[in-house]
């Protein structure tokens, strides 16, 4: 007994040495970070926060002051698992303690039902990896986006399969998530829209198939599309549900065009899809992107993102960065970190970005953002174009 109880005191003691101590007289400034650090899409959210973590860093490194006041930044990372109940469960526990700004969630359907918690705190929220329009069709003045929404995704993607690749038949699939189904639905009325424009005949949708996010096999769906002979298959999803996808393709013989939004492009598709990757096989789009405007800056945060964590990124760690230091820019221009002080000043924020000029709509979508389309060439992501949005 005597033993157990020295153990558990010097677990007490170690931990309160360990821990981070502030002085009385310093502010600290909590800011929440959400998004799957567990899962299929652990790699995304890992990446996310690394993004995160990176720009506390800095702030915290150049002696950040608000109204004249030296301010210590605190993050505080959660998972949740790509789980919208876990979501909200973590919302709740974020307002709880206070933070004073949030980045995330990464999943639309997690971002969702989290930013209904954080406006009714009103607590300011940017989301930097959300594409879905149901984010800001909720009309919380307290939830902000740096990326491309859906709609822009669905809109370019329908013009390249339709003016680029000349497509005349196509199958969707979707993972019925708000993400999937979302982008889905935007993709088939981006090829309508082209198709009108165009004065021409409507591209036909040989096929419209659902699968779950977590399945691992889709001989069925692929060997029910393969006979219909679409010139593109469209997958609304993540990578991990992609790759395994393409390598039955292959199985199958389908050497079709595979088109998809954000969350199929990434770094680690290559590595989940292996030798099933056809050269200029795959094309996606990712609802962010530079221009040799602000390649410089840019280059500069990828840079200090593998001398950081030894690795490059995933997709959209600049997009949380710059969330992060947004936030930090509202509340210096505002003078407090108190959100109803801030939040005015972020809705009428132009901060200057890694990733460009980061400024928000009535609605908290990105004012005068881009997309960058992508293909995969001998094994590896590679940029193809970066579109300016209208």
């Given amino acids: 007994m005597l033993k157990k109880s020295i153990i558990a005191l010097s677990t007490v003691l170690v931990s309160f040495f360990s821990a981070p101590s502030f002085s009385a007289d310093e502010t600290i400034v909590k800011i929440g970070h959400v998004a799957a650090m567990s899962g299929a899409i652990a790699h995304l959210g890992k990446d ?3 993004g ?3 720009a506390i860093e800095e702030l915290n490194a150049k002696g950040t002051t608000i109204n004249g006041k030296k301010v210590t930044f605190v993050l505080m990372s959660e998972d949740d698992a790509g789980d919208p109940k ?29 930013s209904k918690i954080y406006h009714a705190a009103g607590i300011p929220q940017i989301a930097p990896s959300v594409t879905s329009m149901g984010y800001n069709a909720q009309g919380y003045k307290s939830a902000f986006r740096d990326v491309a929404n859906d709609g822009q995704l669905g809109a370019e993607l329908g013009h390249y399969a339709t003016n680029v690749l000349h497509a005349k038949t196509v199958a969707v699939i979707d993972d019925r998530t708000a993400y999937g189904q979302g982008i ?4 088939v009325k981006g090829l309508k829209s082209q198709s009108k424009s165009n004065g021409g005949d409507a591209v036909k949708m040989t096929q419209r198939q659902f699968t779950k996010a977590s399945a691992t096999d889709f001989n069925s769906i692929l060997t029910t599309i393969k006979a219909t002979k679409p010139d593109i298959i469209f997958f609304g999803g993540m990578d991990a549900t992609a790759g395994p996808m393409l390598r039955q393709m292959k199985a199958l013989g389908i050497k079709t065009k595979f088109m998809g939004g954000d969350g199929i492009c990434t770094e680690q598709l290559s590595a989940l ?14 609802a962010g992107g530079v221009t040799d405007k602000e390649k410089k800056g840019y280059d500069g945060y990828l840079r200090a993102y593998k001398k950081r964590f030894g690795t490059g990124i995933q997709v959209y760690s600049p997009y949380v960065y710059d969330a992060v230091m947004t936030l930090a820019d509202a509340m ?3 003078k407090s970190s108190d959100p109803a002080v801030y939040l005015p000043f972020l809705q009428k924020i132009h901060h200057k970005g890694v990733t460009g000029d980061i400024a928000f709509d009535d609605k908290g979508n990105l004012k005068n953002g881009y997309l960058s389309l992508y293909t995969y060439k001998a094994g590896g992501r ?5 579109v300016k949005l209208k």
Avoid at 93 to 112: E, R, W, Y
Avoid at 273 to 286: K, R, S, T, W
């Fill in 273 to 286: 899809a292996g030798n099933a990757l056809g050269e200029d096989q795959v094309i996606c789009a990712v």
């Fill in 382 to 386: 590679a940029l193809m174009s970066v």
């Fill in 52 to 54: 995160a973590k990176l």
């Fill in 86 to 114: 876990q979501g909200t469960s973590i919302a709740q526990k974020l307002v709880d303690a206070k933070v004073n700004g949030v980045v995330g969630h990464l999943n639309s359907g997690t971002s969702i039902p989290a």
């Fill in 48 to 50: 996310n926060d690394n």
């Fill in 184 to 187: 889905a639905d935007q993709f």
């Fill in 332 to 334: 210096q221009q505002a």
